[in-house]
C-alpha cells in the first residue's frame, strides 16, 4: 500500500535569543490512506510542532523548518508556494486544535465557521455553505442543528465546540486529519464520546487520522500505528499491538509501566520515568533519553542510535536489547 | 426556555434571540445609569446638530442691534451678545461644527490606527518595526506645534482642522490597536483559521477585524470627546473654524473673552456646552468600555467600582 502522506527527516527549530531549539529533529514517518496513527510522547516531545510543521503553519520567525520532505499524494508540501499549500488546508488535510474554548471565532456564529471551509475552497455560495453546515453539524450529533447553528461559540459546551470543530475539519471530505489532543481539554466521559465520534466519520470518510495525545488508552483503543516521541525524535513506530506487547525502548516501557493497570496486582506501586524532559535547546550527548534510562550503557553516551528494525513492522531507536538486557 | 442561575447571573442555555444590539442597551441601562444618561446626552448632542436649523430660534449670523448683550431671557433663552446675536442659536449651530468636526476626525483617525495598527501587528517582523518608529518619531512632536504649523500652512478652516486632528490622533491611537492585534492574533482560532485555509484579506477582516470592535469603539469615544476639545481650543486660538461661523471655542473666544464682565452668559453657555457634551461622551465611553471588555463581563461592571 502507498502512502498518503510520507515525512522524511522533518527538522524544524525554533531560534530564542542566539540559542536553537531543536523542537522537531529528523522525524520520518507514514501515514497510509484511511489508517490511525497515533503520536505519543511528553509535553515539549515535538509532536505538536510535527503536525503544524505538515500544515506548514510554523510561525516564522521564531519557527523555521531547516530540512526534510513532507510528501502529500505525491506532492512535496515544502516545495509548494503558500497560495498552494493553502488550498490544501482545510480541504485535503484538515486540523483539529486542542483548545475547543478558544478554536472557535467568538465573533461569529458556530454556522459561519463551519461552513467556512466549504465557502472557500468549493467557491460555494453562503446559502449553499449554510446548508451543507447543517447537514455536517447533524453527523456530528449536534441536536437541533438548524437552531444551534445561529448560537454563538460562547453558547456552546466544550464538548460541543469540539464537536464543531470536528464537523468543519470534515467539511471538504479530507483525506488526512490532524487531531492535535483533540480531547485532553474535555471531561474523561466527553472525550469517548468525541474520539468516538471523530473514529467513525473517518472510517465512514475514508480519511486518515493522525491523533496527536499523550494518552496511551487512547491509543490502545483507536489507532493502527503508534509513533512514540521523545525531545524531537521519533524513538519507536510499530503496529499498535506488537508495541503494547512488545516494546523494544526503554522510554515506551517507561510510558506503559506509569500506567495504572486493571488485571495487575492493585498495590503494585507505578514506576513513573524519573527526572525531566531535556532541555531542547541543550540536548544530552548521545541519546536524548540516556540521562534517564536505567538501561544506559557507555555506548549510548557516545552516539545517538538510529531507528532500527526489530521487525519489519516495528523500529526502535535503542541501543540496548531489552530482553537480553531485563 | 431553561434557565441556569449561576452566582448573580442568568444564563440562558437556549439560543438568545435578542439581537446583540438590544442586548447591550438592556444591560447599559441596568448596569450603567450614568452612562445611560452619556448616551442621552449624546444622541440630544446628534440631533441637536442634525437639525440645527429647525431647533434655532434665530440664524446663527442673525443680527440684531437693539438687542445687544441682553441677559437670558424667554425671548432669547441663553441672551445675545454684542452685536444682538442669540447665543443659544449660536450654540446650537455650534454644535453642528462641533459634530461635524468631532465625527469626522474621530472616524478618520480611527480608520488610520486600525489600518497601521492591524497591519504591523499581523505581519509584524521588519515591516513592524520600520512603521513604528516613525510612529515614535511622529508621536515625538508636540501635537500643539504641528496643528499650528499645519493651520499656518493650509489656512484656517473646518477641513484643515479635520485632518491635521485625523492624522495626530490617527497615528498616536495605531499603538492600541496594534496591541489589541497581538493579543487577537494569539488565539487559536486564528491559527484554526489558516489551517483550514483562509486567506490572509480574509483572516483580516473575519477573524481580527471583528475581535478588535470592542477596544475600536472605546477608542472612537474617547477621540470623540478629544477632538470636540481640540476643536474648541484651536477656534479659541484663532486656529480653527473662522468667523462668523458659530464654534463653541469660537464663541469663548472673540465674543465671552471680551465682554466676560458685563455679560457672563457670553462665556459660561458656551462653556457649559462644551463640558456637559465632552463630560457626557466620556461617561458613555467609559460606560461602553466596561460593558464591552470580556473581563468586566459576568460582573455587571460593578464589582470594580463599587457603583456605576
Known amino acids: ?326 | 426556555m431553561a434557565e441556569l442561575t449561576v452566582g448573580t447571573r442568568r444564563f440562558d442555555t437556549a439560543t438568545t434571540r435578542r439581537s446583540p444590539f438590544f442586548e447591550f442597551l438592556h444591560r447599559l441601562f441596568r448596569e450603567k445609569p450614568l452612562g445611560a444618561f452619556g448616551a442621552v446626552v449624546c444622541v440630544v448632542f446628534l440631533f441637536t446638530g442634525i437639525f440645527a436649523e429647525l431647533i434655532a430660534p434665530y440664524g446663527y449670523n442673525e443680527m440684531n442691534p437693539i438687542d445687544r448683550l441682553k441677559a437670558p431671557s424667554i425671548t432669547y433663552w441663553l441672551g445675545t451678545d454684542q452685536i444682538g446675536r442669540d447665543v443659544f442659536s449660536r450654540i446650537v449651530h455650534g454644535a453642528r461644527t462641533s459634530l461635524i468636526i468631532g465625527f469626522s476626525a474621530a472616524f478618520i483617525s480611527i480608520l488610520i490606527s486600525t489600518f497601521i495598527g492591524v497591519t504591523t501587528g499581523f505581519f509584524r517582523g521588519k515591516f513592524d518595526m520600520i512603521v513604528q518608529r516613525m510612529v515614535d518619531a511622529w508621536m515625538s512632536f508636540p501635537d500643539l506645534v504641528v496643528v499650528i504649523v499645519a493651520v499656518s500652512v493650509f489656512g484656517p478652516g473646518m477641513w484643515q482642522v479635520i485632518l491635521v486632528l485625523s492624522l495626530l490622533y490617527g497615528i498616536a491611537g495605531s499603538r492600541i490597536v496594534r496591541s489589541a492585534v497581538l493579543t487577537v492574533k494569539e488565539n487559536d482560532y486564528v491559527r484554526a483559521a489558516e489551517s483550514i485555509g483562509v486567506s490572509v484579506p480574509r483572516i483580516l477582516f473575519r477573524h481580527i477585524l471583528p475581535n478588535i470592535m470592542a477596544p475600536l469603539i472605546v477608542l472612537f469615544t474617547t477621540r470623540l470627546a478629544a477632538v470636540i476639545l481640540v476643536e474648541a481650543a484651536l477656534s479659541f486660538l484663532g486656529l480653527g473654524v473662522p468667523p462668523p461661523a458659530p464654534s463653541w471655542g469660537g464663541m469663548l473666544s472673540f465674543e465671552g473673552r471680551s465682554y466676560m464682565f458685563q455679560a457672563p452668559w457670553l462665556a459660561i453657555m458656551p462653556g457649559l456646552a462644551i463640558t456637559i457634551v465632552v463630560y457626557n461622551i466620556n461617561m458613555f465611553g467609559d460606560a461602553m468600555r466596561d460593558l464591552l471588555d470580556p473581563r468586566m463581563r459576568g460582573f455587571g461592571g460593578k464589582k470594580k467600582t463599587g457603583q456605576f
Not at chain 1, 522537531?24 to 510522547?41: I, K, L, P, Y
Not at chain 1, 447533524?138 to 437552531?147: A, G, L, M, N, S
Not at chain 1, 460562547?154 to 480531547?183: H, K, N, V, W
Not at chain 1, 498495590?267 to 533519553?289: K, M, T, V, W, Y
Open chain 1, 1 to 326: 500500500m502507498t502512502s498518503l502522506l510520507e515525512v522524511r527527516n522533518l527538522k524544524t527549530y525554533f531560534h530564542s535569543d542566539g540559542s536553537v531549539v531543536k523542537a522537531v529533529d529528523g522525524v520520518s514517518f507514514d501515514v497510509r490512506a484511511g489508517e490511525t496513527v497515533a503520536v505519543v510522547g511528553e509535553s515539549g516531545s515535538g509532536k505538536t510542532v510535527t503536525a503544524l510543521s505538515v500544515l506548514r503553519l510554523i510561525p516564522d520567525p521564531p519557527g523555521e523548518i531547516i530540512s526534510g520532505e513532507i510528501r502529500f499524494a505525491g506532492r512535496d508540501l515544502l516545495s509548494l508556494s503558500e497560495a498552494e499549500v493553502r488550498k490544501i488546508r482545510g480541504n485535503r488535510i484538515a486540523m483539529i486544535f486542542q483548545e475547543p474554548m478558544t478554536s472557535l471565532n467568538p465573533s461569529l456564529t458556530v454556522g459561519r465557521q463551519v461552513g467556512e471551509p466549504i465557502e472557500i475552497h468549493q467557491r460555494a455560495s453562503r446559502k449553499n455553505a449554510w446548508d451543507k453546515c447543517i447537514a455536517l453539524l447533524h453527523k456530528v450529533r449536534i441536536p437541533d442543528p438548524e437552531q444551534r447553528a445561529n448560537a454563538y461559540p460562547y453558547q456552546f459546551s466544550g464538548g460541543m465546540r469540539q464537536r464543531a470543530m470536528i464537523a468543519m475539519s470534515l467539511a471538504c471530505e479530507p483525506e488526512l486529519i490532524i487531531a492535535d489532543e483533540p480531547t485532553t481539554a474535555l471531561d474523561v466521559t466527553v472525550q469517548a464520546q468525541v474520539l468516538h465520534l471523530l473514529k467513525e466519520l473517518t472510517r465512514e470518510t475514508g480519511a486518515a487520522l493522525v491523533i496527536i495525545t499523550h494518552d496511551l488508552g487512547v491509543v490502545a483503543r483507536y489507532a493502527d500505528r503508534v509513533n512514540v516521541m521523545y525531545a524531537g525524535r521519533i524513538v519507536e513506530t510499530g503496529q499498535t499491538s506488537e508495541i503494547f506487547n512488545n516494546p523494544k525502548h526503554p522510554y515506551t516501557v517507561g510510558l506503559m509501566n506509569s500506567l495504572p493497570r486493571l488485571d495487575g496486582d492493585v498495590r503494585f506501586a507505578l514506576q513513573p520515568i524519573e527526572g525531566h524532559p531535556p532541555d531542547l535547546a541543550n540536548l544530552p550527548s548521545g541519546c536524548a533519553f540516556q540521562p534517564r534510562c536505567q538501561y544506559a550503557v557507555d555506548r549510548c553516551l557516545a552516539k545517538p542510535p538510529e531507528l532500527s528494525e526489530v521487525n519489519p513492522e516495528h523500529l526502535a531507536a535503542c541501543w540496548v536489547d531489552l530482553n537480553v538486557t531485563a
